[in-house]
């Protein structure tokens, strides 16, 4: 399946829902009040938030008196260029890359982490998983169950252990092995809870003790099926632990999946990858050219 194509099925009910109307509105159209009004109201149901909707309307009115083409090209220009392609991750000066993967509860995070170690696994890579979410034992049992099924190895200890000590010995067993990438699975948490936040900026301290410079990313799982509350999430991730790239699942769960747009404008985090659905294979690198056109088509 290509890339557009990927993203077509998955923002199906957002297109469907919100984005397609949108497109009858503007395609062809001369653009007034009544159908720039009738836009915003679409945005903003469509979770992309009263505050980004608006600025969104005035930027295609400025855009379409000093280039009246066809608005619907227009507005997908503007969408394209807010949202930005930075898909890359960051390639350290020396192996290992250190991934944190970081969340709060039932965002996929920990299928999310397996999906990112197969892509990078058909790269060519040698990976390790640190099983750092020691509050549950199903979350480290769930872990060792897709290392093996992948072929990644698995650093773990008991259940109550110390999440930073997990983190530790992954990085280093990856040092002493010559591994290329560690992902560290982190306890999933509530952004509201001033301990837990304080919890996961230890765990990369000490990550950052083993291997300096590390995490080189913090990839923070959102939920699409949340709405506005993963702009809060991301906002209160940021500001704990400089989050440095956003992964969106279950967007084709959900008809507002325009919740994508404000991460990215008002955080200035970038969309890395985004998943739909459960396969190894639904995790693709984010592609903002693509991501738009498929709202619309």
């Not at 750092?132 to 773990?156: C, H, M, N, P, Y």
């Not at 008991?158 to 290329?180: C, E, F, Q, T």
């Not at 084709?252 to 969309?271: C, M, Y």
């Amino acid at each position: 399946m290509s890339f557009i194509d990927f993203f077509r099925k998955g923002l199906k009910k957002t297109r469907d829902g919100f984005f397609k109307r949108i497109a009858s509105i503007l395609k062809g159209s001369k653009l007034n009040e009544v159908i720039l009004e009738e836009v915003e109201e679409l945005l903003i149901l469509a979770d992309v938030g009263v505050e980004t909707s608006h600025e969104i309307v005035e930027l295609l009115q400025k855009c379409y008196r000093e280039d009246p083409r066809d608005p619907l090209e227009l507005a997908k220009d503007i969408l394209k260029d807010i949202l930005k392609d930075d898909a890359s991750i960051a390639v350290p000066e020396r192996p290992p890359l250190v991934i944190s993967v970081v969340g709060v509860n039932g965002t996929g995070k920990t299928t999310t982490i397996a999906k990112l170690a197969h892509l990078l696994k058909r790269q060519g890579k040698e990976v390790v998983l640190a099983a750092a979410d020691t509050f549950r034992a199903a979350a480290i049992e769930q872990l060792k169950s897709w290392g093996e099924r992948i072929g990644a190895t698995v650093i773990s200890q008991r259940i109550g252990s110390d999440a930073g000590a997990v983190a530790y010995d992954a990085v280093n067993h990856a040092l002493s092995k010559g591994k290329d990438v560690v992902i560290v699975d982190t306890a999933g948490r509530l952004h509201t809870k001033y301990n837990l936040m304080e919890e996961l900026k230890k765990v990369h301290r000490v990550i950052a003790k083993s291997l300096p410079g590390a995490p080189h990313e913090v990839l923070l799982v959102i939920d699409a099926t949340t709405g506005q509350n993963g702009l809060i999430q991301a906002m209160k991730f940021k500001e704990a632990v400089n989050v440095t790239g956003v992964v969106i699942t279950k967007l084709d769960g959900t008809a507002k999946g325009g919740i994508v747009i404000p991460i990215r404008q008002k955080l200035d985090i970038p969309i890395k990858f985004m998943a739909f659905g459960e396969g190894l294979e639904d995790l693709k690198p984010f592609s903002a050219t693509d991501f738009v056109e498929a709202l619309f088509d």
